[in-house]
């Protein structure tokens, strides 16, 4: 299986001020490379409330998101950024591989210093 | 606009079993396909498996063991997902979630969810 792991687990940013999230792909079979190439999904997620899709092929921006959200990476290594903090931009953040089967970070945190 | 809409919350004594509804509008029901994802307390999203709602295909997850099935009735625009010999583990929020944004394999990331269903389990 491919492992997402996250870092930070969680973080406290100024509004106005940059929050980055990290991304990391790894394989639990020695057999197996932990390469997902693009395949990389990040959603956000507010209380009592679904996911919500923010950027696919790790760093295209979904219809209607704004644009101080941005994504990059590839292979094994994938990060989102938060360009300028709103208040609106308090949750949680995961990322998802969607290479083998699907499987999803631990999730981040992100709230307000 | 496309819509996923869920059934209502449910409670379950261990051992029973659990259906839960995913209806779709505003696309064309037949060409995305409809996947399973669940979060339970504490845990991280977990995935369970998906429908091809065009011919019924279905792929789930080992982790499951058969616990899992998934079904559509096309006329109906629903999907189904179907968790048997239930335990209080099980208790969590079920999403369905729509394929979008594919590669010609037809693989992409989920760009619709549903508003999400309660599976609690106690005795």
């Known amino acids: 299986d491919i492992v997402m792991t996250q870092s930070p687990d969680s973080l406290a940013v100024s509004l106005g001020e940059r929050a980055t999230i990290n991304c990391k792909s790894s394989q639990t079979s020695f057999f197996y490379s932990s390469n997902i190439e693009n395949y990389l999904a990040w959603y956000q997620q507010k209380p009592g409330q679904p996911p919500k899709l923010l950027i696919y092929w790790a760093s295209i921006r979904e219809s209607g998101v704004p644009d101080r959200f941005s994504g990059s990476g590839s292979g094994t290594d994938f990060t989102l950024t938060i360009s300028s903090l709103q208040a609106e931009d308090v949750a949680v953040y995961y990322c998802q591989q969607y290479y083998s089967s699907r499987t999803f970070g631990q999730g981040t945190k992100v709230e307000i210093k | 606009q496309v819509n996923l809409v869920q059934s209502g919350a449910e409670m379950k004594k261990p051992g029973a079993a659990v259906k839960v509804s995913c209806k779709a509008s505003g696309y064309t029901f037949t060409l995305n396909a409809i996947h399973w994802v669940r979060h339970a307390p504490g845990q991280r999203l977990e995935w369970m498996g998906w429908i091809n709602p065009g011919n019924g295909h279905t792929k789930l997850s080992e982790t499951f063991q058969g616990r899992v099935t998934i079904t559509r009735d096309t006329s109906a625009r629903t999907v189904y997902m179907q968790l048997s010999s239930l335990t209080s583990e099980d208790t969590a929020i079920y999403y369905c979630?729509?394929?979008?944004?594919?590669?010609?394999?037809?693989?992409?990331?989920?760009?619709?969810w549903g508003q999400g269903t309660l599976v609690t389990v106690s005795s």
């Open positions: 979630a729509r394929v979008g944004h594919v590669d010609t394999n037809m693989v992409g990331s989920f760009d619709n």
